[in-house]
């Protein structure tokens, strides 16, 4: 004996967006880590001696709480301020070298910083100093891809910045 069925064209049309909706879903939420995409580029680290020279350049705007992503990192410093989903920038470490620190100047704006690692390390800076900017200080790095969210200490400010790599 043979069944056979039809499903009404409406209901198929849902069903079928459905589908399409949560593997487009799937699909943003994956390539971040897996690309290594970031809104102002890759900073490669090839050799302790070889840090880059100068700074790289971009600017704050987001809304997203970097506290979602983690609310203390691994030393227990608070992670706090806005930045864009997507991080900022991305260090490539090419070689396993001893510590560094990353620092943002800004010009006076009250800037924080997340430095995520491959393997879920979190670090979080703020006022470094006596200043506004951030910094981080990183340990005997491994080689990977440290992402990068230089945020703003409120949501949506906008400073231009300059993070230096000491």
């Given amino acids: 004996m043979k069944y056979s069925f039809s499903i009404p064209q409406p209901l198929y049309q849902f069903a079928l967006r459905s589908m399409m909706s949560m593997v487009a879903i799937a699909t943003l939420a994956y390539p971040v880590a897996a690309q290594q995409a970031s809104n102002f ?22 809304s997203v709480p970097l506290a979602s992503m983690a609310r203390h990192d691994s030393q227990g410093n608070m992670c706090v301020g806005f930045a864009e989903s997507e991080p ?31 393997n879920g390390t979190i670090w979080c ?10 910094r981080v200080q990183i340990g005997n790095l491994t080689p990977g891809n440290y992402q990068v969210w230089v945020g703003s200490f409120d949501p949506g400010v906008r400073y231009q910045y300059q993070l230096h790599v000491d």
């Fill in 41 to 62: 580029g890759v900073i490669t680290l090839s050799s302790p001696s070889q840090a880059p020279q100068g700074a790289t350049r971009g600017h704050t705007q987001g």
């Fill in 88 to 118: 900022d920038h991305v260090l490539n470490v090419q070689d396993s070298m001893g510590a560094i620190a990353l620092r943002v100047d800004s010009n006076g704006g009250d800037t924080t910083l997340l430095v995520q690692a491959e």
């Fill in 125 to 134: 800076g703020d006022d470094a100093g006596g200043s506004t900017d951030a």
